[in-house]
C-alpha cells in the first residue's frame, strides 16, 4: 500500500510540474500537488512506526 501511495504522488507532482509548465489547468494542478505533498508525508509517517 505504501508503494501504491509513493507511485501515485511521484505521478501528482509530475503532473503538477507539467500543469505549472503549461499554465493549462489552474487550480487543480494545485490541488494534486497537495494530494501528493500529503501522501508523502503519511508515507513517511506511517514508514518510521513500522
Known amino acids: 500500500m505504501g508503494n ?3 507511485i501515485i504522488a511521484v505521478i501528482l507532482v ?4 507539467v500543469g505549472f509548465l503549461g499554465y493549462s489547468a489552474g ?3 494545485h490541488i494534486l500537488l497537495v494530494i501528493a ?3 508523502v508525508l503519511l508515507k513517511l509517517i506511517s514508514g518510521r512506526r513500522v
Open 37 to 39: 505533498v500529503i501522501a
Open 4 to 6: 501504491i501511495l509513493y
Open 14 to 17: 509530475i503532473a503538477w510540474l
Open 27 to 29: 487550480g487543480l494542478i
